[in-house]
Each structure stands twice: as C-alpha cells, then as structure tokens.
C-alpha cells in the first residue's frame, strides 16, 4: 500500500518561514507528479503546489505564489514545501500525494497520510 509521510509542520508567527517534507514510498515516485494540498478547518481540500516527476515543471495556487517553492529529490523519494512570508490563512493541515500531470488532482485518493498541520499565529 502507497505510503505518505509528512513533516515539519508547526506554530510560526506571521511572516515566519516553514520547510513541509513528504517522504513516499510503496510506488514509482520518480515516475509521478507530486502535490501538496491542505485543508482548513471548514473547508475543502486545495491544491496548493505541484511538480513534474522530473522536477522541470511547477504549478501554484494564486495565493502563494511568490512565497512558496515546491521540489523534490527523487532519490530520497521526497517532495518539498518551502513556506516564506506565512500569513494566517495559511493554517491548515497539509498533505502530498501523487498527482495526475494533466490536471494536478491526487492520484491515491485512498492513501492520505497523516498531514502536518501548520499555523500561522502571533
């Protein structure tokens, strides 16, 4: 069964910095595409960033453009999220998954991890 590991979570004050880690494991990481999404209390799950299998290609939500970078490194079978310049309404919990190239949707929607949650707060 595919596995999802996510880390680095945790409290930070507005403007502050964070570095999300996804180690995956249980599928041909090198071969996917890789997102991060996150879910606010009360909301839905959004897409916040993605990257090509080989890392050439990255696509963000408008409101973290700027701010966050997402990479990988294949070998290490691990995804990435640099968050600069956090602000409140980034709090939310956030997972990776797999990540269909053509429209960015999770491909193991049965296989979440756990997330890390982030928050945003003075």
């Known amino acids: 069964q595919v596995q999802l590991v996510e880390s680095g979570g945790g409290l930070v004050q507005p403007g502050g910095s964070l570095r999300l880690s996804c180690v995956a494991s249980?599928?041909?990481?090198?071969?996917?595409?890789m997102s991060w999404y996150r879910q606010a209390p009360g909301k839905e799950r959004e897409l916040v960033a993605a990257?090509?299998?080989?890392?050439?290609?990255?696509n963000y939500a408008d409101s973290v453009k700027g701010r966050f970078t997402i990479s990988r490194d294949n070998a290490k079978h691990t995804v990435y999220l640099q968050m600069n310049s956090l602000k409140p309404e980034d709090t939310a919990v956030y997972y990776c998954?797999?990540?269909?190239?053509?429209?960015?949707?999770?491909?193991?929607?049965?296989?979440w991890g756990q997330g890390t949650q982030v928050t945003v707060s003075s």
């Open positions: 249980r599928f041909p990481f090198s071969t996917y595409a």
């Open positions: 990257i090509s299998s080989a890392g050439g290609t990255t």
């Open positions: 998954n797999a990540a269909y190239r053509s429209t960015w949707t999770p491909v193991f929607v049965n296989s």
